[in-house]
């Protein structure tokens, strides 16, 4: 029971760490700007494109943009 305890213990604390992390403050920004582009070209065509072509869609046509303007805001 105890070791369990402490399992559960380390669990938290690693996706504390994790939450807290610019790498992983960095992934969230990206998911939601790709979540958005799926919901907004889903509307338009009528039905749901998946994550999948969103994703490739926001890589290819979206996302060097999104990245430069983010360093600008970041100051970096």
């Not at 402490?6 to 939601?32: C, K, P, Q, W």
């Not at 969103?54 to 970096?76: C, I, P």
Request: aromatic content about 10%.
């Amino acid at each position: 029971m105890l070791k369990m305890k402490r399992n559960i213990a380390r669990e938290r604390n690693a996706r504390e760490l994790l939450r807290g992390s610019t790498l992983y403050a960095a992934f969230s920004a990206e998911r939601d700007e790709i979540l958005k582009l799926k919901w907004v070209e889903s509307e338009k065509v009528g039905h749901d494109i998946g994550f999948d072509r969103a994703l490739l869609d926001w890589v290819r046509n979206h996302r060097d943009r999104w990245w430069a303007s983010r360093r600008k805001v970041l100051g970096k």
